[in-house]
Every structure is written in C-alpha cells, then in structure tokens.
C-alpha cells in the first residue's frame, strides 16, 4: 500500500508558481503582470518557460525555472513500482504455493535477501526524493521566480509573490516511507 501511495502522489504531483511583477510607465499609471508557472513530475524544471514583462529599458524575454531534478524522483517512483510488483508476486507465492515455499529452504532466505535488498534500496530512494523534493521547493519558490528576472531590479518596477506550490501530497510521498 505505501508503494502505491508512494509512486501515486509523486507520479502524479503537479503544481504552479507565480509572481507579480509591476512596472510604473507614468507618473499615475502602472503595468501589472501576472507571472506563472506549472511544473509537474518528472520535475525537469528548466524545460518550464516563462515570460519576463518588458518594463522602461529592459525587453520582454523568455526566462526558464532552473534546475533537473528527474533523477530522484524517478527513482523513486520506479523503486516504488517495481516494490508494488514484488509485493503482490512475493502474495501469490505466499498463497499459491505455499507448501513449497515452506519445504524449499532456499525459497524464504532467498525471500528475505530480496525483501532486505528492497527495504535498502527503498530507504535510499527516499532520502534521494527527499533531497530533491526540498530542491524543487527552493526552485520554484516564487522569490526563486523574482531574482532570475532582471527587470525585479530597476526602479520602475516592483515585484512580489503571488502563488507558492503547495507541496502537501509530495511531502506526504516522502514521509509515507
């Protein structure tokens, strides 16, 4: 269950981030932009365009989140299918074929190797997902947004947050282990 659980809220996760971005053109008159962003898994975020508003010298232009954090995460939500798998072949042997996995005495030390090798390798995904999760976090965090885009820097304009990623079914991928 904690595999399903685990590759179903990573797999599936997607989420947004924003930002405001105002450029005074008069002295009474001000050009709002609302910056966002979607990203999703596999969390390779630097293929995520976005467009910086022009505002007095500088140019509109087309800026990316930054960042690849691909490798963990599909990592983990590989791990985790193929746990699912092994889970459900290790219930039919249990069921199936009880009788000789009982009088095979290879059978259940083989059983145990293979359900250490994955608890092993389940701990080291998650803390890789973890890591990464955090990563994605700092990524897209919409000052993340606001110190890329050079026109936050002028005078004339006046950026702020607008919408943070709620991460909360990705955190819960992460502690479900």
Known sequence: LFAIFAFGTCGSFSGETAAVVMCKVEETQTDT??????????FRLYRQRYEMPPCGETEARVLHLSGDFS??????????VFAFLY???ALVIYLVFHERYTTIRRVPIVDVCVTGGFAFLWLVAAAAWGKGLTDV???????SLL????????????CSASIAPYFGLANISVVSV
């Open 71 to 80: 490798a963990p995460a599909e990592f983990f939500v590989t791990l985790s």
């Open 147 to 158: 110190s890329s885009m050079p026109v936050c820097q002028l005078e004339k304009a006046t």
């Open 33 to 42: 932009d609302l910056i966002s962003v979607s990203f999703s898994y596999p």
């Open 87 to 89: 889970s459900m072949l």
């Open 137 to 143: 976090k700092l990524a897209t965090h919409p000052s």
